[in-house]
Nanobody
Framework: QVQLVESGGGLVQTGGSLRLSCAASERTFSTYAIRWFRQAPGKEREFVAAINWSGGNKYYADSVKGRFTISRGNAKNTVYLQMNSLKPEDTAVYYC?????????????WGQGTQVTVSS
């Protein structure tokens, strides 16, 4: 298991940008694929983006394609989610997790989440 910590959430206006970070202190973090999910109040947790261990492969939910970018830091101990052109419907708690699958039921370690609020 690896302990994941998300950061970077906040309040932003429609059309604004935020960059979320997912970090872990364990050296093994660089060997994990990492996924981002989000959960809005009253809704199920939904897949946002995923990146493999090397950063060479990644994919996105259709709802964020072209607006969000997932990447790994140079030291491979942080995964970022750059969110541009934010919309009110992007408001949610964002979680990172280990793994590459798009189902939240897939096995993995989860962070505690970071709140993103997009005002209209």
């Amino acid at each position: 298991q690896v302990q994941l910590v998300e950061s970077g959430g906040g309040l932003v206006q429609t059309g604004g940008s935020l960059r979320l970070s997912c970090a872990a202190s364990e050296r093994t973090f660089s060997t994990y694929a990492i996924r981002w999910f989000r959960q809005a109040p009253g809704k199920e947790r939904e897949f946002v983006a995923a990146i493999n261990w090397s950063g060479g492969n990644k994919y996105y939910a259709d709802s964020v394609k072209g607006r969000f970018t997932i990447s790994r830091g140079n030291a491979k101990n942080t995964v970022y989610l750059q969110m541009n052109s934010l919309k009110p419907e992007d408001t949610a708690v964002y979680y990172c997790a280990t793994g590459y699958g798009s189902s939240p039921a897939d096995f993995g370690s989860w962070g505690q989440g970071t709140q993103v609020t997009v005002s209209s």
